[in-house]
């Protein structure tokens, strides 16, 4: 399977969206880290871009942010959107 890399343009946008729910919080990155047991410099990779993020890494960001993972998905899909980015060609059987 094909690793999505750090420096593309949908890691781009869920690192900006992410941090743009921490500031609009008001919440500094230690609140955040603290919240979910982890040091400040692993939310500052995280929002440098510098460190990649699975699926349960973002839930528990956004428990910590007070945002069902529903809400987040639907609002990082509009933004992948206009940020021009093709979702993946439907799978099928051969």
Wanted: charged share 30%; net charge positive.
């Amino acid at each position: 399977m094909k690793r999505t890399s750090l420096y593309s343009q949908q890691h781009a946008v869920l690192v900006s969206y992410l941090r743009e729910l921490r500031v609009l919080r008001e919440l500094t990155q230690a609140d955040v880290a603290r919240a979910i047991g982890r040091p400040q410099t692993y939310l500052s990779d995280v929002e440098k871009g510098k460190r990649g993020l699975d699926l349960l890494q973002v839930k528990e960001l956004c428990d910590a942010y007070g945002l069902p993972f529903p809400d987040f998905a639907k609002e990082f899909d509009k933004r992948l959107k206009k940020a021009g980015v093709k979702p993946a060609a439907k799978a099928s059987r051969s």
